[in-house]
T-cell receptor, first 113, second 114 residues
Framework: DTAVSQTPKYLVTQMGNDKSIKCEQN?????MYWYKQDSKKFLKIMFS???????INETVPNRFSPKSPDKAHLNLHINSLELGDSAVYFC????????????FGPGTRLTVT | GESVGLHLPTLSVQEGDNSIINCAYS??????FIWYKQESGKGPQFIID?????DKRQGQRVTVLLNKTVKHLSLQIAATQPGDSAVYFC?????????????FGKGTHLIIQP
């Protein structure tokens, strides 16, 4: 059973389009995250949600909008895609509170042409 | 954002040898550190963690050492195997608890040579 799953695995789209990436965790965790990994493998947090509430919104363009319909899901919607948005996006989850260990999904490779 | 740093070296070791991956951090307030392994095309996978009240922690074939005096963290992998080939990241916690997310270093590519 996959603990943290993301769809799609690959996403190729043109500049200016709007796209969404879905994430689901079946671990019963309270906290979920989105990270961006650039071409140099650098991982940087974008958002974190705790029990469906936004906790962190790092310096991310407002074209990126996370949505958490319930605490098992955290989706990422991106408007007006730009070339610089090309990256691998990882969803993760953790128990939250004093628990820092995060479980990562397999990633979504986004390519904007 | 840049408080946890690694150069991005490639470390090449012979199969069966031990490997040591190093990491420097700059946030003295961090109290939790974690090592992740990322294989090609996959998400980061937890290896081992350590809290700041410890200086050493051992797992299966892995040991993490924490030196708070010089803000240094290392991951030792014993008797390396081909499956150990991956990019390894150190990370530290944010100041606001688990919901803060982790600050990652830049990664070290470990290559195991037969």
């Amino acid at each position: 059973d996959t603990a943290v799953s993301q769809t799609p695995k690959y996403l190729v789209t043109q500049m200016g389009n709007d796209k969404s990436i879905k994430c689901e965790q079946n671990l019963g965790h309270d906290t979920m995250y989105w990270y961006k990994q650039d071409s140099k493998k650098f991982l940087k947090i974008m958002f974190s949600y705790n029990n469906k509430e936004l906790i962190i919104n790092e310096t991310v363009p407002n074209r990126f909008s996370p949505k958490s319909p319930d605490k098992a899901h955290l989706n990422l919607h991106i408007n007006s895609l730009e070339l610089g948005d090309s990256a691998v996006y990882f969803c993760a989850s953790s128990l939250g509170g004093s628990s820092y260990e995060q479980y990562f999904g397999p990633g979504t490779r986004l390519t904007v042409t | 954002g840049e408080s946890v740093g690694l150069h991005l070296p490639t470390l090449s070791v012979q199969e069966g040898d031990n490997s040591i991956i190093n990491c420097a951090y700059s946030n003295s307030a961090s109290d939790y550190f974690i090592w992740y392994k990322q294989e090609s095309g996959k998400g980061p996978q937890f290896i081992i963690d350590i809290r700041s009240n410890m200086d050493k922690r051992q797992g299966q074939r892995v040991t993490v050492l924490l030196n708070k005096t010089v803000k240094h963290l290392s991951l030792q992998i014993a008797a390396t195997q081909p499956g150990d080939s991956a990019v390894y990241f150190c990370a530290e916690n944010g100041s606001g608890g688990g919901a803060d997310g982790l600050t990652f270093g830049k990664g070290t590519h470990l290559i195991i040579q037969p």
